[in-house]
């Protein structure tokens, strides 16, 4: 059973920087996307920024410019650097795994985010 721990959330001000990180506990599939998705109060859940095995990357407009998303194959781990935060980027971020070959999803349980003004 694949699972997504995340690490790395917390209370920063704005202008700082966070580095988020999700490692599957299990071997990743040849063929699937990992990504991040974030939710923040009275919103839904929207995509911040993914990347497929290939390594071609997929970047919210909201976040351009300011995130980077990278992964690590060998160590399964799939990691979302955000500088130059600013508070409407306050949400609960999710770890997201996407099996291609299968079309099915995995959810992390989230890391709360705060960006103080």
């Known amino acids: 059973q694949l699972r997504l721990v995340e690490s790395g959330g917390g209370l920063v001000q704005a202008g700082g920087s966070l580095r988020l990180s999700c490692t599957a506990s299990r071997i990743i599939f040849s063929l699937n996307v990992m990504g991040w998705y974030r939710q923040a109060p009275g919103k839904q859940r929207e995509l911040v920024a993914s990347?497929?095995?290939?390594?071609?990357?997929n970047i919210a407009d909201s976040v351009k410019g300011r995130f980077t998303i990278s992964r690590d194959n060998a160590k399964n781990t799939v990691t979302l650097q955000m500088n130059s935060l600013k508070p409407e980027d306050t949400a609960v971020y999710y770890c997201?795994?996407?099996?291609?070959?299968?079309?099915?999803?995995?959810w992390g349980q989230g890391t709360q985010v705060t960006v103080s003004s």
């Open positions: 997201n795994y996407y099996r291609a070959t299968r079309n099915e999803y995995y």
């Open positions: 990347i497929a095995s290939a390594g071609n990357t």
